[in-house]
Every structure is written in C-alpha cells, then in structure tokens.
T-cell receptor
Framework: AQSVAQPEDQVNVAEGNPLTVKCTYSVSGNPYLFWYVQYPNRGLQFLLKYITGDNLVKGSYGFEAEFNKSQTSFHLKKPSALVSDSALYFCAVSDQTGANNLFFGTGTRLTVIP | EPEVTQTPSHQVTQMGQEVILRCVPISNHLYFYWYRQILGQKVEFLVSFYNNEISEKSEIFDDQFSVERPDGSNFTLKIRSTKLEDSAMYFC????????????FGNGTRLTVT
C-alpha cells in the first residue's frame, strides 16, 4: 500500500526567507508524487508533480520540489516566501491503478509572517 | 481555464435523510473521484469512477454511498441515510487520460448533518 507522511503540522517562516515543507513517501514501484495547496474554503489546487526524470521539479507560484529516492522524500521548497503563500499544503502519492487514485498526507499549515 | 463545479456549496440535512451531492467535471476528463475532508484535516479518498463504473473504493465508501454519472456531464455522490459523522467537506475531482496527470478539484460541498 502507498502512503505519505508530513511530519510537521505547522511551519512558520518569515516573509522573504526560504521555506521547506517536508514529505516522505512509501510506495512499491516507481512513485507518482504531487503537491497541492488549499486556501480557506476552497478546493485543492495542483502545484507540481514528479513522475520521472529530473529530481528537481518546478511548479506554480515559484514552488519547487526535490525528489530523493534514497531518502524517499519529496520536500516542497520556495526560495523566498510571500505572505500570500500562507495556506494548507498537502503531499500526495498516486497508486498504480489505472485511475491513479491519490492518497494524501495529513497536511502542513504554512504561515508566512510579515 | 475550465473548472470542476460542485453544487450546492453548503447542504444541511437531518440524520437519516438522503443527500445527493452534484459535480460537473471538466468536459474532456475521463476519470472522476470523490474525496472528503473532515474539519480541515486529512483529505480522504472515497471512490474513483471510470468508463461508467467504479474503479476503486475505500473502506469509507460503504453501502450507504453510491455514485452515478446520469448523463454526459454530471457526476453525483449519494448518501442514502446520513449519519452525524458524515458531516464533512466533500470534494469532487476529475483528470484527463494519461498516467500521472493531476486531479483537478472542485471547491467542495460542505455537508452538515444535524
């Protein structure tokens, strides 16, 4: 079975500083990994994904994530945080069925302090 | 940009009543999903649907739940006899064909069972 873990419920970072939101995964076979963001009272918005290829993937709003196979991690990063980045961030892994069902971590609330 | 739309945005029902949550997926998408999120916490997979039948379902998706694609555009989730613990945000999602393509989520229906 596949799963992801987000070890931090809450991450606080000062505006302009780099941010990292951590994610580790467990899956048999090659993983499909995703990051989504959720703003209050909204659905989940796709940020980026890793399927294959380059370990560093770039996504929306200046976010990027690094796939590390040996550490089974897929941490989300941004060089310079904005107050508007404050939201709930979910890491997800896809199963290997045809439907590619997504299974989410517990989420990390990011607060960027002005 | 096309969106997944969900109606209603908020549904209040009494315990034991039937509810139908409605979704219009993005038109060229072939895979459809329902997820739920309780109190802004973990996003839980309920069911996936492809080619007019259920692909996968979770343990949460018991006999009280059913899904239907009654026409070419709508995708519905029915809960036959609601329980207090069914209170949650319910998210519909769809994705186009292609392994690893991301899910696109609607803004959700907040279901409150009293």
């Amino acid at each position: 079975a596949q799963s992801v873990a987000q070890p931090e419920d809450q991450v606080n970072v000062a505006e302009g500083n780099p941010l990292t939101v951590k994610c580790t995964y467990s899956v048999s076979g090659n993983p499909y990994l995703f990051w989504y963001v959720q703003y209050p009272n909204r659905g989940l918005q796709f940020l980026l994904k890793y399927i294959t290829g380059d370990n560093l993937v770039k996504g929306s709003y200046g976010f990027e994530a690094e796939f590390n196979k040996s550490q089974t991690s897929f941490h989300l990063k941004k060089p310079s945080a904005l107050v508007s980045d404050s939201a709930l961030y979910f890491c997800a892994v896809s199963d290997q069925t045809g439907a590619n069902n997504l299974f989410f971590g517990t989420g990390t609330r990011l607060t960027v302090i002005p | 940009e096309p969106e997944v739309t969900q109606t209603p945005s908020h549904q209040v029902t009494q315990m034991g009543q039937e509810v139908i949550l409605r979704c219009v997926p993005i038109s060229n998408h072939l895979y459809f999903y329902w997820y739920r999120q309780i109190l802004g916490q973990k996003v839980e997979f309920l069911v996936s649907f492809y080619n007019n039948e259920i692909s996968e379902k979770s343990e949460i998706f018991d006999d009280q739940f059913s899904v239907e694609r009654p026409d070419g555009s709508n995708f519905t989730l029915k809960i036959r006899s609601t329980k207090l613990e069914d209170s949650a945000m319910y998210f519909c999602a769809s994705r186009p064909p292609g392994a690893g393509s991301p899910l696109h989520f609607g803004n959700g229906t907040r279901l409150t069972v009293t």
